[in-house]
């Protein structure tokens, strides 16, 4: 296979890792990582989302002191897509720093899969710095069973280094077929929707807190839904124990984070996760120390792919 074969098989996994199902997922195949929707849509209604003709209350208007969040009322969430398309414009085109947390572990204490995702944005999600890590006994990334993605965009390309135990790939600009470099926005890993809607729409018993004139506290203690997806993993016989979330009256999800009970491959698990968006307007993205090695390399980079 040649270099630039090579870049772009890279590129479509990259693509395909945006996906990171949130609780509430289902086996189905419309589920799956491939179906996230783009964070540069207009806030409306997501491309996923079912259609509000089905029940689902819209939620408009701009936010006022003391007003729920979009999709949010006293008696729960009574619109989550509107909610999911709420947080989508609370952070469009504003940086933020975010962090999520998941972990399977089997009765004895064995991880069977973790993953940790920490990065920061900035404005317009052309500038950001990513980093992935998974373990465990499950295949994660790439194939990987413990290791980490790292990706840098400065605006214009973006640069890319996987690490293995202590091996590290040499970081290199992540270029099309043809070579070209792929901009940032095609390469995004993340997405401010990151399954909301879905997640709040598979609680039940739902219970809404005001904290202040501008944050609420949503709790939930039982699941709709006998069966969730995390990442590629199936988890069935679901019971939650506990999804608390905040939220702000724009509809900003602040955090979220849940613990269940279930069953993969029929042998009993717990699954918790953690996802928190922090800093929304002050975020600086950095460049990583080893983006300098890529600087230092690029003309040589530029020189091999063009006598190849």
């Not at 890792?17 to 849509?41: I, K």
């Not at 039982?222 to 988890?235: C, D, K, L, P, Q």
């Not at 900003?252 to 968006?277: F, I, M, N, S």
């Amino acid at each position: 296979m040649t270099r630039h074969a090579l870049l772009a098989v890279l590129v479509a996994l990259l693509i395909v890792l945006a996906g990171c199902n949130a609780f509430g997922g289902t086996d189905s195949p419309t589920e799956s990582a491939t179906s996230v929707p783009t964070v540069r849509s207009t806030p409306t209604e997501a491309p996923d989302s079912p259609s509000t003709s089905a029940g689902e209350e819209t939620t408009t208007g701009t936010p006022g002191v003391g007003s729920y969040p979009p999709g949010v009322s006293a008696d729960g969430i009574s619109a989550p897509f509107s909610l999911a398309s709420a947080h989508a414009g609370a952070l469009e085109n504003r940086s933020y720093t975010v962090r999520t947390a998941y972990e399977i572990r089997y009765q004895n204490g064995t991880v069977y899969a973790g993953d940790s995702i920490t990065a920061t944005v900035g404005p317009g999600d052309d500038t950001y710095r990513y980093r992935r890590t998974v373990r465990g006994k499950a295949t994660g990334v790439l194939g990987m069973t413990n290791g980490s993605i790292h990706l840098y965009a400065n605006g214009s390309v973006v640069v890319r280094r996987f690490v293995v135990g202590t091996n590290a790939t040499e970081p290199f600009v992540v270029r099309d077929a043809n070579g070209d470099p792929v901009p940032p926005h095609d390469v995004f890993p993340l997405a401010p929707y990151d399954r909301i809607g879905t997640a709040f729409s598979r609680l039940s018993n739902v219970s809404v807190e005001r904290l202040n004139d501008s944050a609420y506290r949503v709790r939930a203690t039982e699941s709709a839904t006998e069966s969730v997806r995390i990442r590629a993993i199936s988890v069935r016989n679901v019971s939650l124990e506990t999804f608390t979330a905040t939220i702000t009256a724009d509809g900003l999800v602040r955090e979220y984070r849940y613990r269940l009970r279930g069953t993969v491959d029929g042998h009993a698990v717990t699954v918790t996760k953690r996802y928190r968006y922090a800093d929304v307007g002050n975020t600086t993205v950095e460049a990583p120390p080893w983006y300098d090695e890529v600087l230092e390399n690029a003309t040589a980079l530029d020189t091999t792919s063009t006598t190849a």
